[in-house]
């Protein structure tokens, strides 16, 4: 509790004394959202609105409304490289910067964590997730939740529950049974809840057997309100909420966006009408006056802390977040790390080098003040005295990308982007409503200058185009509304919305193709037409390079033929991994697997870094002698990989999920993705658990990285007998026996040898990340509680723990066990 936070006495009298002045309207309005971010003011009794904002790796600030406070904050790697650190301390760290970054952009609650399970490597949203193992998800989100709320902001933590994958995520239905709900899909939001105890909880949108996430009364009431005592409030997911009554009853809190679809003055009616007690209304009020008692917002507003965005000292942690969660798989005869000083030419290559990806899709998505790319990186760490020199390669797009700002220069002002003129017709008639530059023309959501106040709208985009390399480029639009591009004061590419269909997503043009040359300045105009009845307001102006023949691998190899070494950075394109859709297969897009056999072949030392946020097949890895996986790394990501690459750090993360060899290996192939039913047949066998079941190798395990020292795992202490109801102590001593400084992940997995039930092989209860210098040793303590042992048994509705033998494993990886000790629980 921070010291802006009143007591939970003094919180518990202040809402009573509130709600017993409410009017039944005026509590009714507590439960919905004035608009996309807030909630809705009472100013008849002083209550402020709460302000809501997206992360859950970065504050999403710019383009998010007329109402929130603009800006560029800092890009943090995403949720899966936090869990790949398994380190909470620095997650804790992560947690308050966020918080600092929140207030300053003025919002009280962080729309983050997300801790759902990594059930399918092609969900869309895994980058955004931690893990496989709700373990390891359970400690970093209560890291998180704690160290954003130490900063008097608020978390809300998601998506409750079995939000697994984004295929038909509205509408379909997460089938499974109450053992698997229990062991995998709810402990990383129970450890939560019960340790970190986060303002709020956002439900999902699907369906869990058949009930949706927002009225489902198992999940909220009687399991997260009553079994784990959380006393926040429930918020839906944008647009989650499909009832009246049916919701408040269910224990849903808070109906978002607002204004209320469903929870005005139909909820009014509803209590009027007696088909529901005024009381569940009480209670739901009452969580949110809780909430915004908690915030600080009801006594001196002007007292909480005021923040800070992107400053050096989140700089560095961004970096130092990124080198500790990227994971060395592959470093075939030390080729890493590099000697910088022997190098004369490296061959830097790859859709991945100089675009920095520092994020997936979707809500979760903020353009930062700055990026660094692996180019721009490694330039700056080598300096003059390296030949470093750089191929594309190929393209790894599977829609063509948006079209670069740096490209475009605005016909008014200074910067990078187009100008664009907004008007309040259809028509582009008269003086435009607000004029600005828009550094990119790919829109999530367009959101309007403050003088544009109607739902029909036009917008003409104007500016000239300027290409670094002569040759054929590719034009098209994706739009929900009607659009036209014009190059050269001639039309492009048009996209006129259907009319049977007005509210369709997305509506896209042919491709067009254009030769341009280098150098020259090309006009370019964008005009765009939003009607009244169009629900959505997406644009997105698409443009690349497209040769025609594509010598680009061939020069890319013969780049490599000439060089010391070659490094490769292959990966996702923007958007390919994202909030709204799955990958539709689990293989690197475009010819990037034959870029990298040819560099490969052209260079034995070629390097392959990996930007991606979950699993991808390498058909070539025994082709290369070095893999490095960098996820999502964040603003200052190029940095962060020099510095690995380099040895100016010491690789330190390990996977947070398994690495299949190929898709069809993954526990949800015969499963996944399903129609409006999802059934969740492997049970309790997610991950890992199922690889060691069914004695599937993979390409590499839960848990597993690499690191330039060398680590010794001696004398386990376990005690030979303990009692079922007491704690157990275990230890390790590790040394470091290299000649670097390094960090070790310690894991420790349980096996529960005489179950009833069937059990996993081993599932990890504990783990601690260590700091060791060359000869140094540490012991490494463990205490494992009952859970540790337990299993949840659906007939007798518990956590059970038989009497019997248990294994106590320790070891670098879910593979690699390096010391074993088996203790006899008694009853």
Same mark, same amino acid.
């Given at each position: ?173 997460? $089938? ?9 899909? *709810? &402990? +990383?939001?129970? /450890?939560?809840?019960? =340790?970190? #105890? ?94 915004? $008692? ?9 007292? *909480? &802390? +005021?923040?800070? /965005?992107?400053?050096? =000292?989140? #700089? ?116 435009? #409503? ?394």
């Amino acid at each position: 509790m921070s010291e802006h936070t009143p007591s939970q006495q003094d919180i518990e009298a202040r809402v009573q004394e509130l709600l017993d002045t409410l009017t039944l309207d005026e509590k009714v309005s507590l439960l919905s959202g004035r608009d996309a971010w807030y909630t809705v003011p009472i100013e008849r009794l002083e209550i402020p609105p709460l302000a809501m904002t997206d992360g859950p790796h970065g504050v999403r600030a710019n383009r998010t409304g007329k109402e929130r406070l603009q800006g560029t904050a800092t890009s943090l790697p995403t949720g899966v490289s936090m869990a790949s650190s398994w380190d909470p301390e620095l997650i804790h760290r992560v947690g308050v910067a966020l918080a600092e970054e929140t207030r300053a952009l003025g919002c009280d609650i962080l729309l983050a964590p997300c801790v759902n399970i990594v059930r399918t490597p092609l969900a869309g949203r895994n980058f955004e997730s931690y893990s496989e193992d709700p373990y390891l998800a359970g400690r970093i989100a209560v890291a998180y939740v704690k160290g954003v709320q130490s900063g008097n902001v608020g978390t809300s933590v998601k998506h409750y529950a079995c939000n697994n994958q984004e295929h038909e995520r509205s509408r379909g239905n997460s $089938a499974l049974d109450e053992r698997t709900l229990r062991e995998i899909y *709810l &402990p +990383a939001f129970e /450890v939560a809840v019960k =340790e970190g #105890q986060p303002w709020t909880v956002m439900c999902s949108y699907n369906r869990i057997n058949g009930v949706y996430a927002s009225q489902h009364d198992h999940l909220l009431n009687e399991i997260l309100k009553q079994e784990w005592g959380f006393d926040g409030f429930v918020v839906s997911d944008w647009g989650a909420n499909h009832t009246v009554f049916e919701s408040v009853a269910g224990g849903l809190d808070l109906e978002m966006p607002g204004p209320a679809k469903y929870y005005g003055r139909l909820l009014v009616e509803a209590v009027r009408n007696w088909q529901i007690e005024e009381s569940a209304v009480d209670e739901a009020v009452r969580r949110i006056l809780r909430v915004l $008692a908690r915030s600080g917002k009801l006594d001196d507003p002007a007292s *909480l &802390p +005021a923040g800070s /965005v992107n400053t050096p =000292e989140h #700089q560095a942690l961004a970096r130092e977040l990124a080198e500790s969660s990227m994971v060395l798989l592959k470093n075939e005869g030390n080729l890493l790390p590099l000697d910088g000083k022997g190098l004369k030419k490296v061959a830097v290559i790859g859709p991945n080098a100089s675009e920095a990806r520092i994020g997936g899709g979707g809500s979760s998505y903020l353009e930062p003040p700055y990026r660094v790319s692996p180019l721009q990186g490694l330039r700056a760490r080598l300096g003059e005295g390296v030949e470093l020199s750089y191929e594309q390669g190929c393209d790894n797009y599977v829609e063509l990308p948006v079209l670069e700002p740096g490209y475009l220069t605005p016909s008014q002002g200074e910067g990078q982007g187009l100008w664009g003129s907004y008007y309040d017709n259809t028509q582009f008639s008269g003086q435009p #409503q607000a004029q600005r530059l828009d550094a990119e023309l790919g829109f999530w959501h367009l959101e309007l200058p403050d003088k544009v106040t109607t739902d029909a709208f036009s917008v003409r985009w104007e500016g000239t185009l300027r290409v670094p390399e002569s040759g054929r480029y590719a034009f098209s639009l994706a739009t929900s509304g009607d659009c036209r591009l014009y190059l050269d004061n001639e039309p492009v590419a048009d996209v006129v919305r259907d009319a049977e269909a007005p509210d369709r997503w997305v509506n896209r043009s042919e491709v067009a193709y254009h030769e341009l040359q280098a150098g020259q300045d090309y006009p370019i105009r964008v005009d765009y037409v939003h009607p009244a009845d169009v629900r959505r307001r997406m644009l997105a102006v698409q443009f690349a390079y497209a040769p025609e023949p594509d010598v680009r691998p061939q020069r890319a190899a013969k780049l490599a033929a000439e060089a010391d070494l070659a490094i490769v950075f292959a990966g996702m394109p923007r958007g390919f991994e994202s909030e709204g859709h799955d990958r539709p297969h689990m293989r690197l897009p475009g010819p990037q697997d034959e870029l990298i056999r040819m560099v490969a072949h052209a260079n034995e030392r070629t390097i392959v870094v990996l930007n991606c946020g979950a699993p991808v097949e390498m058909p070539w890895i025994d082709d290369v002698p070095a893999v490095l996986l960098a996820y999502y790394p964040g603003q200052e990501g190029g940095n962060a990989a020099a510095n690995l690459l380099l040895g100016d750090a010491n690789p330190s993360g390990r996977l947070s999920v398994t690495y299949p060899k190929r898709y069809e290996d993954n526990p949800t192939y015969t499963n996944y993705p399903g129609t409006r039913e999802v059934r969740y047949g492997e049970g309790i066998f997610v991950g890992y658990r199922y690889y060691d079941r069914v004695g599937v190798e993979p390409l590499f395990p839960f848990g597993f990285g690499l690191s330039y020292t060398s680590f010794a795992y001696n004398d386990l202490q376990v005690p030979p007998t303990a009692k079922a109801s007491d704690s157990v102590e275990a230890s390790i001593v590790i040394e470091n026996t290299g000649d670097r400084a390094g960090k070790e992940v310690v894991q420790l997995y349980v096996h529960d040898v005489e179950s009833s039930l069937a059990r996993p092989p081993k599932e990890l209860k504990g783990f601690a990340k260590v700091s060791l210098q060359p000869g140094e040793r540490t012991t490494v303590k463990f205490t494992l509680d009952r859970r540790a042992f337990a299993f949840y048994d659906p007939q007798q509705a518990a956590w059970i723990v038989e009497p019997g033998a248990f294994e106590i494993l320790v070891g670098a990886s879910s593979r690699d066990i390096r010391a074993a000790a088996t203790l006899r629980l008694t009853d």
